[in-house]
């Protein structure tokens, strides 16, 4: 695990922030990534407890972070990294894994069973989402947009 600190882009009035982790392999990923992104929301002011409506849209990212992960965990041998891009208003998460299999929806599933409702709640909470090849043609690069409260 090896969180960077932010990189200034200085060519809008509010500069890009990015934070990166890297990652290997899928053991404790889901709550490293987790941890590391609260931290991240906190530090970008996501998070003020005083704000219930910034307090659910950082649960929204939360959860989404994880569905994000935890299907690289399950379906392409574990993340690779994460990046978390914050620019204005905005917050693209992205996942990068070494599978170049896109997320696909599963079997219709009943809501009250566990599992298999990654890819509805990408629809139901994400502002935009897909997958694109890694630029290094290795695996894929899962992304969400969000935005902020």
């Known amino acids: 695990m090896t969180p960077m600190a932010d990189d200034d882009t200085r060519d809008t009035a509010e500069p890009d922030r990015v934070r990166r982790l890297e ?19 906190a530090d970008w002011g996501w998070t003020p407890a005083h704000d219930p409506e910034a307090g659910e849209r950082a649960d929204d990212v939360l959860l989404l972070v994880s569905e ?8 392409a041998g574990g993340p690779e990294e994460l ?5 204005g208003g905005v917050l693209r998460v992205e996942v ?5 299999e896109p997320p696909r929806r599963g079997a219709p599933r ?6 298999g409702h990654g890819v509805m709640v990408l629809d139901l909470l994400a502002g935009r989402w ?7 043609g290795r695996g894929k690069v899962v992304w969400l947009e969000i935005a902020g409260p």
Request: positive net charge; aromatic residues 2%.
């Open 110 to 115: 009943p809501a009250s069973l566990p599992g």
């Open 130 to 136: 897909g997958a694109q090849p890694r630029p290094d």
């Open 68 to 75: 994000v992960v935890t299907n690289a965990c399950l379906h």
């Open 83 to 87: 990046v978390l891009r914050r620019r």
């Open 23 to 41: 990652l290997r392999g899928a053991e404790h990923a889901v709550t490293r990534c987790r941890d590391f992104t609260a931290r991240a929301l």
């Open 96 to 100: 990068a894994d070494a599978s170049p």
